[in-house]
């Protein structure tokens, strides 16, 4: 495809189960970027990988989150144990370049966790 | 840290008038650039407006407009001639290179026909 996209679109999960959520990049992009939304309020920044490493991880709120990209391509970002508070859209987001230089980030549609 | 303030959580606009919708931020570089998305109820996040700090023209894109106070920190979209299809979440964000973006709390827009 030509967007990032990502899947599941949502995903209901009950307090204590652990869930994965994908996002495929645009096809060569180098950066990859994890964002997450909570109701009414603007992304806030999870992780980052240049290419198949994790360079940034300072926005992951806890250890029960944990994000991967194994190939430099798709990612998953995996939340371990569920919580109320982990209700939230999860957005990605993919750049041609590193983060260090100045560019457009694409996003995808989201994955909206309802954890129960 | 650098943080991005919207004072406005919500507008509303006539269609095919003009709207401005605010944004101020704090930071001590001199080097960054700041963006406007657009979010609909589909969520994907639109690049709407970007502009780089070093230049002191402000940036223009169609209908949108920015303007930028570097000295008041202050960076405002200005919406022209308004249409239904903007109606939207608008995010303004600031990136820093080699930094994580920040992004404001947003800015609900409606747009009455």
């Known amino acids: 495809g030509a967007g990032v996209s990502q899947s599941p679109r949502y995903k209901v999960a009950k307090r204590g189960q652990d869930v994965a959520l994908r996002c495929d990049p645009i096809s060569g992009h180098v950066s990859l970027f994890w964002y997450q939304q909570a109701l009414g309020q603007g992304p806030e920044f999870l992780t980052y990988f240049q290419n198949e490493a994790q360079l940034d991880k300072s926005g992951l709120p806890s250890d029960r989150f944990f994000a991967e990209r194994p190939e430099g391509s798709v990612s998953t970002l995996k939340i371990q144990r569920t919580q109320q508070e982990d209700s939230a859209v999860y957005l990605c987001?993919?750049?041609?370049?590193?983060?260090?230089?100045?560019?457009?980030?694409?996003f995808g549609p989201g994955t909206r966790l309802t954890v129960l | 840290a650098q943080t991005v303030t919207q004072s406005q959580p919500e507008m509303s606009v006539q269609e095919a008038e003009t709207v401005t919708l605010s944004c101020t931020y704090d930071?001590?570089?001199?080097?960054?650039?700041l963006f406007w998305y657009k979010q609909p109820p589909s969520r994907q996040m639109i690049l709407v407006i970007r502009?780089?700090?070093?230049?002191?023209q402000n940036a223009t894109e169609n209908r949108f407009s920015v303007n930028f106070q570097k000295a008041a920190k202050s960076f405002s979209l200005k919406i022209s001639d308004s249409q239904l299809g903007d109606a939207a979440m608008y995010f303004c964000?600031?990136?820093?290179?080699?930094?994580?973006?920040?992004f404001g709390a947003g800015t609900r827009l409606t747009v009455k026909p």
């Open positions: 964000a600031y990136h820093r290179a080699g930094n994580d973006m920040r």
């Open positions: 987001a993919s750049s041609p370049t590193w983060r260090g230089s100045y560019n457009e980030q694409f």
């Open positions: 930071t001590s570089e001199s080097d960054y650039y």
């Open positions: 502009q780089e700090a070093y230049k002191q």
